[in-house]
């Protein structure tokens, strides 16, 4: 169908009906082209269906390509992020788009729901870097108790990617020890 209008003859014939040119002739002299010329791309346009032809009269069939390109548009399935709970699916559709966080909630509650989500991917015992968890995230997931922070031993210094970093909280995935009162010590999320 889309094929008929990449024709750019096939696409001028079709642009003079939509603008009202109603006979062969009117057709022709819109498009530029030659009677001959003009009634191949009405036949063609036609027996593709972009096109109707009646009582010596060609209209042009707009309606067709719409559905066409309707039927050939993905549709934009919503994000599965495995939430049982319909109120946190909505947090987490709200909140996460093809897997990437779009917006830390400012909400206490709704923040959980993210981090609790987030807290899923990390392996419980396992270090991770600092570099490996994002600075944003690492410092909610470390407020609100899901992960805890480590620290170099004393002795000979290591390399701080390699001992300083974080490691799930006891319990996790889904542990929340929350450490201090609403709105302890919030700093407004930096620009990344």
């Not at 909140?95 to 923040?111: D, M, T, Y």
Request: hydrophobic content about 40%; glycine content about 10%; some cysteine.
């Amino acid at each position: 169908m889309l094929g008929l209008l990449a024709a750019e003859q096939r696409l001028r014939v079709f642009a003079a009906l939509v603008l009202g040119a109603r006979s062969s002739a009117e057709v022709a002299e819109r498009a530029g082209t030659s009677a001959r010329e003009a009634s191949r791309a009405l036949s063609q346009l036609q027996r593709g269906g972009l096109v109707s032809h009646s009582g010596g009269e060609w209209a042009a069939r707009p309606e067709v390509l719409r559905e066409t390109v309707v039927a050939a548009t993905p549709k934009e399935q919503p994000d599965d992020h495995g939430a049982a709970n319909p109120s946190e699916a909505a947090v987490l559709r709200a909140f996460l788009h093809g897997g990437r966080l779009v917006a830390l909630p400012a909400a206490r509650g709704k923040r959980l729901v993210v981090l609790d989500h987030f807290v899923r991917a990390f392996e419980p015992g396992i270090r991770y870097t600092e570099r490996e968890v994002n600075a944003i995230l690492r410092r909610y997931l470390v407020d609100e108790g899901f992960l805890t922070r480590i620290r170099a031993s004393t002795g000979a210094p290591a390399a701080p990617s390699r001992s300083d970093g974080l490691r799930t909280a006891a319990g996790c995935p889904g542990a929340r020890q929350p450490r201090g009162g609403r709105g302890r010590g919030r700093r407004p999320v930096p620009p990344t």
